[in-house]
């Protein structure tokens, strides 16, 4: 799947991608396992004594790095978390997700009872005067007394599948594993000072972990995150989406921290090892990451995690971060970004990203990227990291704690906000384009081809996004708040995961299907210094009910001036009128002809744009989307509208532009 140069000429390139639907990756490109076998690992792992990757109660030397204010901040948040119960889990919300649905309740009960654990032991280790260990203890031992350490969603990993767990078969799932880690976390930084309470308590945690995280992952080889069960039928890999370095890297923390048994914690590094080469191998060559940039949090993200444990467990000796893989990788973060909070957001990815930037600065810290670094500090200063709490999800310790101590570097490094002028990603299928590179000023365009079975997969070949100023414009809705719906076979029931509400043709009455084989055709990508463009074929992405010969389409941004659709069509049969669809958070009058009229609420905000068409060829119409989802709120507020051009004739084959200006 590799991109030929078919010209050059001048300022500009043209790239043309011709893809099968059913290609996948067959090179081994596995970057640990056959590199680190079982022998040499004993050799270049520090032993579990030895590895003390931060200061803890006992040993808190090193701890002046974290800025005062920051350490106080935790120490209140302890004492504002000091009292109280430890809220219980009951059965009956468990139940609430194969009842009703809801997998949200139980999440926040659940999650809740993590953070308060990591918060009481972060107070606890900037303070060192025992007032938080009666009520660590009782989240320790809280937490040890549920059934079930992840969430009701994720209970398909167990042979009697969801409702509530079984106990007699413990299973690894994100939430779990995140628990194995904290668990982990706590007993490193805390572990004399519990000790002296009662040595049962540590115990507790080691025991804990071991029979519900290290003896099943170490067993278990039939979970797909795992990626074993794809190559033993097949031969090769089928991508594995972020559970997989998710998943891993906090196995990894757990076996490095608490197993005692040299040789069988050997064997989990090298398991984690093989696991993650299922990840990596079939991996896109460009880095691109198909879930998008709000997942690449806890996909290459959580690579880099797993990268950077194995680099410090090792003191260095285990290291692969000059591979062009995960360099690409890291990079695509920044390639994504569009302006202020907004993040190219295809797929089940959200618009607004808060960027987690001590992350993003290790990584590029790793890899010698001075564009992420720079980043990483532009978004700290942006949500002012350092001045107190960070933020954090779910309890992860495994990732505050490098934050924490990187806090000093991430300030002395120079901000630089990433805009980055032209982006293709051949693999990944996905371009972008700024009107000036550098800059905010002007459109923003990105656009898609790729296939409609990607990890969270949205029916959406040939979508496009487009934003002025770094304000969005035309707009991907994303997800909404998960249900027992969103990954089942009601998903494409769901709007927003429809190609009707993306900005895409619906054909003969006939939206995109999901599935491989619906895919692009005929990809071309070009770009100079006054255009950016991808072109491709629709057609392969909709069904034979569609009657679509061919759809060719052409998205292109002139720079300076406006974003262009060009479409070109051939149909078999004309059953129905088709419609070209066209999302957008502003607000639209289609009271012109000819003219779509997009702007502010209100009217109240000077800058407006029109959707030019032809109107003897097309009929608008604008119909209000209500958003009630919280998720989806959080991106566009109460209301999105979709901008519907109806075709008024019945032609078999046609050519017609469509043009978005500002005024």
């Not at 004993?42 to 090193?62: F, H, I």
């Not at 280790?125 to 009666?134: A, I, N, T, V």
């Not at 990291?385 to 779910?394: E, K, M, Q, R, W």
């Not at 707009?475 to 494409?492: E, K």
């Amino acid at each position: 799947m590799k991109p030929t140069v078919s010209s050059l000429a001048g300022l500009g390139v043209v790239l043309t991608l011709t893809v099968s639907p059913t290609a996948q990756s067959g090179a081994d490109r596995r970057l640990l396992a056959p590199s680190y076998s079982v022998p040499m690992l004993r050799s270049v792992l520090l032993a579990r004594d030895a590895w003390r990757p931060y200061p803890t109660a006992s040993n808190p030397e090193g701890l002046e790095r974290v800025p005062a204010r920051v350490r106080q901040a935790y120490i209140d948040e302890a004492v504002r978390r000091l009292d109280g119960d430890w809220v219980p889990l009951p059965p009956s919300v468990f139940l609430e997700y194969v009842r009703t649905g809801d997998r949200s309740r139980y999440e926040a009960l659940s999650f809740a009872r993590r953070a308060r654990l990591a918060h009481l032991v972060l107070g606890e280790l900037f303070e060192r005067k025992g007032r938080f260990l009666d009520q660590i203890v009782n989240g320790v031992w809280a937490i040890s007394e549920e059934s079930f350490w992840g969430v009701p969603a994720h209970l398909g990993l167990q042979r009697a599948g969801s409702g509530l767990p079984d106990v007699s078969e413990p299973v690894v799932d994100l939430f779990a594993a995140e628990t194995g880690a904290l668990m982990a976390w706590t007993s490193y930084l805390l572990g004399p000072e519990l000790d002296r309470i009662n040595p049962l308590i540590t115990r507790r945690i080691t025991l804990e972990t071991e029979r519900r995280i290290l003896q099943p992952y170490l067993e278990r080889e039939d979970w797909g995150y795992l990626g074993y069960t794809w190559r033993r039928r097949t031969g090769y890999v089928r991508p594995v989406n972020n559970w997989n370095p998710w998943v891993n890297s906090n196995v990894l923390t757990a076996a490095l921290l608490l197993e005692q048994d040299s040789d069988r914690r050997v064997a989990l590094v090298h398991k984690v090892m093989e696991t993650l080469d299922a990840f990596v191998e079939p991996y896109p060559a460009d880095g691109g990451c198909d879930e998008g940039p709000s997942y690449w949090n806890r996909a290459g993200g959580s690579l880099f995690d797993v990268l950077d444990l194995l680099h410090s467990a090792s003191a260095g000796r285990i290291d692969v971060f000059d591979t062009p893989l995960v360099r690409a990788i890291g990079q695509y973060i920044t390639k994504t970004y569009i302006a202020g909070p907004y993040f190219i957001d295809f797929a089940d990815a959200s618009a607004k990203i808060d960027l987690e930037a001590p992350l993003v600065y290790r990584f590029g810290r790793a890899i010698g990227d001075n564009a992420m670094m720079g980043f990483a500090a532009y978004a700290a200063r942006q949500q002012h990291y350092g001045d107190g709490l960070l933020p954090a999800n779910f309890g992860v310790l495994g990732r505050v704690l490098p934050a924490l101590f990187s806090l000093e570097a991430l300030a002395a490094q120079p901000a630089v906000e990433p805009l980055v002028g032209d982006v293709w990603l051949p693999d990944l299928q996905v371009m972008a384009a700024r009107s000036v590179s550098g800059r905010r000023d002007g459109f923003y365009l990105a656009a898609k081809g790729g296939h409609n079975d990607e990890s969270h997969n949205h029916n959406d070949v040939g979508n496009f996004i487009a934003y002025y100023d770094g304000d969005p414009v035309l707009i991907d809705a994303g997800a909404q708040t998960y249900t027992a719906a969103t990954f089942s076979s009601r998903r494409y029931e769901l709007w927003n995961n429809q190609s009707g509400f993306h900005n895409l043709p619906t054909i003969n009455g006939v939206m995109q299907r999901e599935g491989r084989a619906f895919a692009a055709r005929n990809l071309r990508y070009e770009a100079g210094a006054d255009f950016a463009r991808l072109s491709l074929d629709l057609a392969g992405a909709y069904p034979e009910s569609a009657r679509v010969e061919s759809w060719h389409r052409m998205m292109t941004l002139n720079r300076r001036r406006n974003v262009e659709v060009d479409e070109s069509y051939r149909l078999s049969a004309s059953t129905s009128p088709f419609t070209l669809n066209f999302l957008t958070p502003l607000q639209a009058d289609a009271a012109g002809a000819g003219r779509v009229r997009l702007f502010g609420p209100d009217n109240t905000n000077p800058r407006a744009f029109v959707l030019v068409y032809d109107a003897d060829r097309f009929d608008p119409t604008v119909e209000t989307i209500p958003v009630t989802d919280t998720r989806m709120r959080a991106s566009w507020g109460e209301k999105l509208q979709r901008v519907v051009l109806k075709s008024k004739k019945a032609v078999l084959a046609d050519r017609f532009v469509v043009r978005l200006e500002a005024q």
